[in-house]
């Protein structure tokens, strides 16, 4: 059974950056997609950016520009490089895996845990 483990989350200050991980226990064959989503209190869960095997990578526009997702098969891991923080940025982020190219969370299936990402002075 697929599992997926977020890390990288913290506190950063505006402007500032954070890179996460996605770390996957199969191989990239168990799954297609990696996509990367966000909650914060009080909010729905938002699609962010989800990358495929093959490379083919979809983003929010509410992040387009200042995230860059990424992944390593070798590795099993998919990257979420974040630059331009801002506080609405703060949230818990979690990745999942699909069999599909896009950003609705019912397509997506065995969630991390989520890592906390906070953006605060």
């Known amino acids: 059974q697929l599992q997926l483990v977020e890390s990288g989350g913290g506190l950063v200050q505006p402007g500032g950056s954070l890179r996460l991980s996605c770390a996957a226990s199969?191989?990239?064959?168990?799954?297609?997609?990696i996509g990367w989503f966000r909650q914060a209190p009080g909010k729905e869960r938002e699609g962010l950016s989800c990358?495929?095997?093959?490379?083919?990578?979809l983003y929010a526009a509410s992040v387009k520009g200042r995230f860059t997702i990424s992944r390593d098969n070798a590795k099993n891991t998919v990257y979420l490089q974040m630059d331009s923080l801002k506080p609405e940025d703060t949230a818990v982020f979690y990745c999942?895996?699909?069999?599909?190219?896009?950003?609705?969370?019912?397509?997506?299936?065995?969630w991390g845990q989520g890592t906390q990402v906070t953006v605060s002075s």
């Open positions: 999942a895996a699909s069999f599909r190219l896009g950003l609705h969370s019912a397509d997506f299936y065995s």
């Open positions: 199969g191989s990239s064959s168990d799954y297609g997609v």
């Open positions: 990358i495929s095997s093959s490379g083919s990578t």
